[in-house]
């Protein structure tokens, strides 16, 4: 069952459908239409943030869910926590995403005792968001199930490349040997393309299908830039 939810994702598009607080679409019926609408233009998977969206999520959208729950404003606050990875997992998501850095956690828990314990305790997949070569390693080696380049480009040290982190997914696909999920500043086909070719087995595109006040923002900054003619 676990093994045949991964190879559901192989090649695949996974579209998250995040809203920020005090965001005019942060509801969770709302984001279950994004999510219904996602799975019409062929999205293999949805990721989703809170346990209201996720609880909905499950009970209206037929495909696998990689469920995180974002809390505090601590440097990690994507799944932050055993409680909180664990209230994810009650939601039904078949895939649990969690914080994979290196930083301290607020449960003073490491991300190898948070991955066992959830396995121990649960039948969820774990997702490890990573930032670094290095912690995607050590998210394998504790036996994450997939790991993601989520946070590539937003611990204090790493940099934000303009696109995806290709050279990580690069050297993540060559060290690791669970599946590597491209996820961060995909904005286009091509880049989505291009994830899947250095060596990912699925890619997670969010802000550019599900974020409208970004992709009008991009649109807003183009044609006030532009010259009149
Ligand atoms: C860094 C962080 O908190 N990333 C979050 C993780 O779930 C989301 O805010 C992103 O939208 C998601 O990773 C998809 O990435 P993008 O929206 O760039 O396609």
């Known amino acids: 069952m676990k093994h045949n939810v991964i190879e559901s994702l192989r090649g695949r598009l996974i579209v998250s459908c995040q809203a920020y607080p005090g965001e005019p679409m942060r509801?969770?019926?709302?984001?279950?239409?994004m999510a219904l609408?996602?799975?019409r233009g062929g999205a293999a998977a949805i990721r989703a943030q809170g346990l209201d969206d996720l609880r909905l999520i499950h009970r209206q959208v037929e495909l696998p869910a990689i469920g995180?729950?974002?809390?505090?404003d601590a440097l990690v606050y994507i799944t932050p926590t055993l409680e909180h990875a664990l209230a994810v997992?009650?939601?039904?998501?078949?895939?649990v995403a969690i914080d994979g850095t290196a930083q301290n956690r607020p449960d003073g828990r490491t991300v190898a005792e948070t991955i066992a314990e959830l396995h121990r305790r649960t039948d969820v997949l774990v997702m490890a968001d990573c930032s670094t070569l290095?912690?995607?390693?050590?998210a394998?080696?504790?036996g994450a199930d997939l790991v993601g380049t989520t946070l590539a480009g937003y611990t204090p040290y790493t940099n934000k490349t303009a696109g995806p982190d290709l050279r990580l997914v690069e050297q993540l696909a060559a060290a690791v040997d669970v599946p590597v999920i491209c996820e961060g500043r995909v904005h286009t086909p091509d880049q989505a393309r291009g994830a899947?070719?250095?060596?990912?087995?699925?890619?997670?595109v969010g802000t550019a299908i599900t974020h409208p006040t970004t992709?009008?923002?991009w649109f807003a900054d183009a044609v006030g830039s532009a010259q009149h003619g």
């Open 68 to 72: 995180l729950w974002k809390d505090g």
């Open 89 to 95: 997992a009650e939601t039904g998501v078949e895939i």
């Open 215 to 217: 992709i009008t923002g």
């Open 196 to 204: 899947i070719e250095a060596g990912a087995f699925s890619v997670v």
């Open 27 to 33: 509801d969770p019926r709302t984001m279950t239409q």
């Open 134 to 138: 290095e912690e995607g390693r050590s």
């Open 140 to 142: 394998a080696d504790a």
């Open 37 to 39: 609408s996602a799975a």
